[in-house]
Nanobody
Framework: QVQLVESGGGLVQPGGSLRLSCAASGFTYTNYITYVLSWYRQAPGKERELVAA????????NYADFVKGRFTASRDDVERTVWLQMNSLKPEDTAVYYCNARRIDNRDDIWGQGTQVTVSS
């Protein structure tokens, strides 16, 4: 049974930083590298939106415009872990952050349970 577990959320003041982690289990290395790993977020009353995506072989990353220059996503396929380093946090970054693993052929799509990030003074 494959599973994603996020951690690292919490309460932080505006301008602060947090580092989210997403640990995967149930994947072999060969299987894990066929997945695009992404971070999404969902604020109260809003739709879930893509924050960042990290591709395995190329290590290329895509970011939503609203986090460019502030957030950095990275992955370690040996450790089966993906991170989201969030700097210069703003109140509007408050949301539940979800980890997602989607196979490159779109035949599998796995979500974590989410971790709450609250940016407030």
């Amino acid at each position: 049974q494959v599973q994603l577990v996020e951690s690292g959320g919490g309460l932080v003041q505006p301008g602060g930083s947090l580092r989210l982690s997403c640990a995967a289990s149930g994947f072999t290395y060969t299987n894990y590298i066929t997945y695009v790993l992404s971070w999404y977020r969902q604020a109260p009353g809003k739709e879930r939106e893509l924050v960042a995506a990290v591709f395995a072989t190329s290590r290329s990353t895509n970011y939503a415009d609203f986090v460019k220059g502030r957030f950095t996503a990275s992955r370690d396929d040996v450790e089966r872990t993906v991170w989201l380093q969030m700097n210069s946090l703003k109140p509007e970054d408050t949301a539940v952050y979800y980890c997602n693993a989607r196979r490159i052929d779109n035949r599998d799509d796995i979500w974590g349970q989410g971790t709450q990030v609250t940016v407030s003074s």
